[in-house]
């Protein structure tokens, strides 16, 4: 059985860091490439994050040189850093397969940046 169990968010002021985990249960993990996505308020859900099997990485423009995936396949764990928060990075944060994702979704993590 597929679970997806995001954590790690949270509330914090523009210039902050948050570090997000993804805890996978079932093969999802083994059988595929990673992604964080983020669903701002009243936008649709986008990536923001991929990493791949073989650990190359892919970031959304928005993201380039703020943020850090990484993965832990015996741990079947994959993370999030974020550094230098800013309030466009506000939302609920997802893990899912990448680029394609599952229909399945887990419940989110929120992260908040507001000073």
């Known amino acids: 059985q597929v679970q997806l169990v995001e954590s790690g968010g949270g509330s914090v002021q523009p210039g902050g860091s948050l570090t997000l985990a993804c805890a996978t249960r079932?093969?999802?993990?083994?059988?595929?490439?990673m992604g964080w996505y983020r669903q701002a308020p009243g936008k649709q859900r986008e990536l923001v994050a991929g990493?791949?099997?073989?650990?190359?990485?892919t970031y959304a423009n928005s993201q380039e040189g703020r943020a850090t995936i990484s993965r832990d396949d015996a741990r079947k764990t994959m993370w999030l850093q974020l550094n230098n928060l800013n309030p466009e990075d506000t939302g609920v944060y997802y893990c899912?397969?990448?680029?394609?994702?599952?229909?399945?979704w887990g419940q989110g993590t929120q992260v908040t940046v507001s000073s």
């Open positions: 899912n397969p990448f680029p394609k994702s599952y229909s399945y």
């Open positions: 079932g093969n999802i993990f083994r059988l595929n490439s």
């Open positions: 990493i791949l099997g073989n650990d190359s990485t």
